[in-house]
């Protein structure tokens, strides 16, 4: 069956709220999501999706037709000017907008194995940054996001679409402060695991690239403003920089995330072919 809605209902102003308000999506423990690839990624990767919206007057395509047949979840078909609003577009809608269940901030649901590599994120305060490390950290092999403190929501529009549906094929996980993870790390070393915590920063103590990352690895990145807070900057067992040129005295916290992120899978594939050849 397929709820119509028309008007702006109470449905539709909860959807809305779901755009703006961080509270109102972890109290709802959902969030919207649109495009093919994240819809198509969410769904291949299992996520549960409670509603799929789509247009009243636009015909279907052939993936939106074969996504609302196969995928269980509800049904409604809402006036195009209305879904618009829902996909934060002043002209056209989306044609599907997803409504998707929220994963619990477990820890447990980052595996960590002898290869592991996992990104910490700091107090980062755009919601964008967000989305842009998750998609570097899922484009280099990492197992996971962890993001720490005060800090922008994963769940965020931007973050989402940043993500381009990486978010949903990499953990993402939100911790209040570097105790949770703390304990995460003990209980790893206790099993045999050394994960060694890597911060970066513009006077870190070595450069990137004189830096053996082939084991398993946490790299921190700090907020964008003031970088790594002191108490994670006690728990680094190393800090490194990144060789600069040119005017620019630093980079990003996306930039410089991502630049770590492909040195570290530049070694690790180096190291995996000269152990092939031995």
Same mark, same amino acid.
């Given at each position: 069956m397929v709820q119509r809605i028309t008007s702006r209902n109470a449905r539709f102003q909860q959807w809305?709220?779901?755009?703006?308000?961080?509270?109102?999506?972890?109290?709802?423990?959902?969030?919207?999501?649109?495009?093919?690839r994240p819809i198509s990624v969410a769904v291949r990767q299992g996520w549960?999706?409670?509603?799929?919206?789509?247009?009243?007057?636009?015909?279907?395509?052939?993936?939106?037709?074969?996504?609302?047949?196969?995928?269980?979840?509800?049904?409604?078909?809402?006036?195009?000017?209305?879904?618009?609003?829902?996909?934060?577009?002043?002209?056209?809608?989306?044609?599907?907008?997803?409504? *998707?269940? *929220?994963?619990?901030?477990?820890?447990?649901?980052?595996?960590?194995?002898?290869?592991?590599?996992?990104?910490?994120?700091?107090?980062?305060?755009?919601p964008g940054n967000i989305g842009t490390v998750i998609r570097s950290a899922d484009a280099f092999g990492a197992h996971g996001l962890i993001v720490t403190g005060h800090a922008a929501d994963v769940y965020d529009p931007k973050s989402v679409r940043a993500s381009t549906g990486s978010l949903f094929a990499l953990p993402a996980v939100r911790v209040p402060s570097h105790r949770e993870v703390l304990r995460w790390l003990e209980e790893r070393r206790e099993h045999g695991l050394g994960i060694t915590v890597v911060g970066t920063d513009e006077d870190g103590e070595a450069e990137l690239f004189d830096t053996d990352l082939t084991g398993p690895v946490l790299l921190l990145v700090g907020n964008e403003t003031k970088g790594l807070s002191a108490a994670?900057?006690?728990?680094?067992?190393?800090?490194?920089?990144?060789? *600069?040129?040119?005017?620019?005295?630093?980079?990003?916290?996306?930039?410089?995330?991502?630049?770590?992120?492909?040195?570290?899978?530049?070694?690790?594939?180096?190291?995996?072919?000269?152990?092939?050849?031995?």
């Open positions: 809305q709220s779901l755009l703006s308000n961080r509270n109102k999506r972890q109290r709802a423990g959902e969030f919207l999501v649109q495009g093919v549960p999706v409670r509603t799929l919206i789509h247009s009243t007057e636009r015909p279907l395509s052939r993936w939106a037709e074969e996504l609302l047949r196969d995928v269980s979840a509800e049904r409604v078909a809402m006036d195009p000017r209305l879904l618009a609003e829902l996909g934060e577009k002043n002209e056209s809608a989306p044609e599907v907008v997803a409504a *998707m269940e *929220m994963p619990p901030d477990d820890l447990s649901r980052i595996e960590a194995g002898g290869d592991f590599l996992g990104v910490l994120f700091d107090r980062p305060t755009g994670w900057r006690e728990l680094c067992d190393r800090t490194v920089r990144i060789p *600069m040129a040119g005017s620019a005295s630093s980079l990003n916290a996306a930039g410089a995330a991502t630049a770590v992120l492909y040195e570290v899978s530049r070694q690790r594939i180096a190291a995996a072919r000269a152990a092939g050849r031995s």
